[in-house]
């Protein structure tokens, strides 16, 4: 999963983002797609988690649904154990406007040193092969129940931090992370079935 261009922390993964282009109105996926690499299956996981959890971007409607549909195909191609992605020409086109993706960054930028200090190597086998997968399929999962999500009040920030903390537990292969992740998605999980029962 790891090359050159992986982040290892969230700080570095902000780093990324915030070096990108900045003369652009607007900040397109195939932007940030280009600033994790198509080979970080982890950090596109956890910039898709961050966007849904941002509270100047998530907000907008249709937002959750468009990460959704990339969590979905990045995910679906994780299980299936490629070892790069690729998302569609439609998906790559789409965009947000510069100015409220660079104010989510800065909002994102003291929790993620305080994220940072907390994460670490820890049970790592829970991000080998078989954890990878078991991520990718709750991911899977996640993205396929995004969309009606949108309609239940505050159930898609419980699937933008289950993305976050999947994203965060694959770059810093820190197990204690996506077990928390796993938690957080049958938390959110039950919470829509209460809900809509």
């Not at 932007?31 to 950090?43: C, E, H, L, N």
């Not at 679906?76 to 409220?100: A, D, E, I, Y």
């Amino acid at each position: 999963m790891n090359n050159e261009n992986d982040a290892s922390s969230l700080t570095e993964l902000l780093d990324a983002l915030d070096q990108m282009e900045n003369e652009k109105s607007r900040v397109s996926v195939e932007d940030i797609v280009d600033a994790v690499g198509r080979r970080s299956f982890g950090p596109m996981l956890l910039v898709a988690g961050l966007i849904v959890l941002a509270p100047v971007v998530g907000d907008i409607p249709g937002v959750p649904t468009l990460m959704a549909a990339l969590v979905l195909l990045t995910s679906s191609q994780l299980l299936l154990g490629r070892r790069s992605f690729w998302l569609p020409r439609w998906l790559l086109n789409r965009s947000v406007s510069r100015k409220g993706f660079d104010k989510a960054l800065k909002w994102m930028r003291k929790p993620g040193r305080w994220v940072d200090g907390l994460i670490g190597v820890r049970l790592a086998w829970m991000s080998g092969y078989l954890g990878m997968r078991a991520t990718a399929l709750a991911c899977v999962l996640i993205a396929i129940a995004m969309p009606p999500m949108e309609f239940v009040p505050f159930s898609a920030n419980g699937a933008g931090l289950a993305l976050t903390l999947f994203g965060l537990g694959l770059v810093a292969r820190d197990g204690l992370v996506l077990a928390l992740g796993f938690l957080i998605t049958g938390a959110t999980f039950t919470a829509i079935l209460v809900y809509l029962l």
